[in-house]
């Protein structure tokens, strides 16, 4: 089983809709979540941190779930620029101290 | 402020070449990462360096890979000899320290190993 695991898509939306997907993790001991967001051939940037009681940044919002070891982005009011791939980042520390390991990331096209 | 810098963009080899990256991070952050990006795939970490030590290069294929961060600032990774599964974009990120996870990325070198 992959450390972190994202579904790869792509999840077609129209303009407007609301969007969600979610990233598991195996590791129970993972202190931090991110998500990412990653632009065709262009490098990843931090979209937002996912805290214990759930964020909203705008139109996303993010959760994490402990007992079952998800988190997951919801995007409200799709614009066309929200296209992008969304990667998930989980922090756990380990005997080399914080490691940062990315989800394979979930494609999302919004389309007119 | 200055982002993260590498070079070059992008690079064709001939596999069993070699090939070397190059990277400056943000000034004044202490971590050092370098990933690599298969199409379609997240990044994944070669090496973490904390200043001028290695922190984790458990993912790092060291009879081919080897990477260094003399004086704690710029970095290079180079790849000796190429194989054809060594065709990725590698990123460099930074982070003012091993405990902030916010990292920033250079724009990445793309490499095609042919």
């Known amino acids: 089983r992959k450390e972190v695991e994202q579904d790869p898509g792509p999840f077609n939306v129209p303009e407007g809709a609301t969007v969600a997907f979610n990233c598991t993790y195996s590791?129970?001991?993972?202190?931090?979540f991110f998500w990412y967001r990653q632009d065709c051939r262009k490098e990843p940037k931090l979209l937002m941190s996912v805290y214990s009681s759930g964020n909203e940044d705008g139109r996303f919002t993010a959760q994490l779930n402990r007992a079952s070891q998800y988190i997951s982005l919801l995007i409200r009011d799709s614009k066309l620029s929200d296209s992008a791939t969304y990667l998930c980042v989980v922090n756990t520390l380990g005997a080399a101290g914080n490691k940062l390991t990315f989800g394979g990331g979930t494609r999302v096209l919004v389309k007119p | 402020e200055a982002g993260v810098a590498q070079s070059p963009r992008y690079k064709i080899i001939e596999k069993r070449q070699s090939v070397a990256f190059w990277c400056n991070p943000i000034s004044g952050h202490a971590t050092l990462y370098w990933y690599q990006q298969i199409l379609g795939q997240g990044p994944k970490l070669l090496i973490q360096f904390q200043n001028n030590g290695v922190v984790d290069d458990s993912q790092l294929p060291k009879d081919r890979f080897s990477a260094e961060r003399l004086k704690g600032v710029d970095s290079t990774l180079k790849i000796q000899p190429a194989k054809l599964e060594d065709s990725a974009v590698y990123l460099c990120?930074?982070?003012?320290?091993?405990?902030?996870?916010?990292?920033?990325f250079g724009s990445g070198t793309q490499l095609s190993v042919l």
């Open positions: 590791n129970s001991a993972s202190q931090s």
């Open positions: 990120a930074s982070s003012f320290d091993r405990g902030r996870e916010k990292l920033f």
